[in-house]
């Protein structure tokens, strides 16, 4: 299969190793769905420092590069993205500290919450909210989002239907490794997540080696497994 859209490739370097992303997208698997023809490649060695981020797009037959919205040096780039639920056809994002959603049709983006220039720890509307390096994030429902806060060491969550960021599990800007409520809960550089089931994500918790669950019925946190600290690099 070509791939006829676009490419985006992510790479981080350090003195030891690097990390590459490479995401693309083909159209002709789109009869599976919507934006179904979007895929990723990662090839990874040790542990990266340094993020230099590429975006380009091309057609065959077409030159002209297309370029997205997006401005990888003003913070970390483009951490994560996929399929918008809330808005068909488009691709939500996380670039730096903010939540985007990207416009296929005209190349717009807009912000959803946070801010790309400015990190720091505040629930509120847009713009006025503010995360510190998110990770990832989940779509619980096509109006719910769940993000990793990484450097604030919490969960946060971004209703799509008023654009408030809340704070959802853990202490936001304690770091720790403790298991229980999700108000007394504490992390050390949560990062991505899997949704298991309709009541319960399993992430990774990067600094205690853990795989832990958030049970969102039960409103705990709570152990999974114990990872090999080495493979941290």
């Known amino acids: 299969v070509k791939i006829t859209k676009m490419a985006l490739v992510t790479m981080y370097l350090s003195g030891g190793g690097m990390n590459i992303w490479v995401f693309g997208y083909t159209p002709e698997l789109d009869s599976l769905g919507p934006y179904k023809g979007l895929w990723g490649l990662n090839f990874c060695c040790k542990v990266c420092i340094m993020k230099v981020l590429f975006v380009f797009s091309f057609r065959f037959g077409n030159v002209e590069p297309e370029r997205w919205p997006i401005t990888p040096a003003t913070g970390f780039g483009v951490m994560h993205m996929e399929r918008d639920l809330f808005i068909p056809g488009n691709i939500l994002y996380l670039e730096s500290h903010a939540l985007m959603t990207l416009n296929m049709n005209t190349n717009e983006s807009t912000l959803i919450a946070g801010s790309i220039t400015n990190s720091d720890f505040i629930d509120g509307i847009g713009n006025a909210a503010r995360f510190s390096g998110p990770f990832a994030f989940l779509q619980l429902d096509s109006s719910t989002v769940i993000i990793s806060d990484r450097n604030n060491h919490c969960f946060r969550t971004v209703s799509r239907l008023t654009n408030a960021t809340s704070t959802f599990a853990g202490v936001c800007e304690a ?59």
Not at 185 to 202: C, D, G, H, R, Y
Not at 203 to 227: E, G, Y
């Open 175 to 233: 770091r720790g490794d403790i298991d229980g409520p999700f108000t007394s809960a504490k992390m050390q550089l949560p990062e991505t997540m899997v949704k298991i089931s309709s009541n319960e994500i399993f992430f990774t918790d990067f600094s205690v080696a853990r795989i832990r669950k958030l049970d969102i019925s039960a409103n705990q946190v709570s152990p999974v497994v114990q990872l090999n600290e080495s493979a941290h690099g």
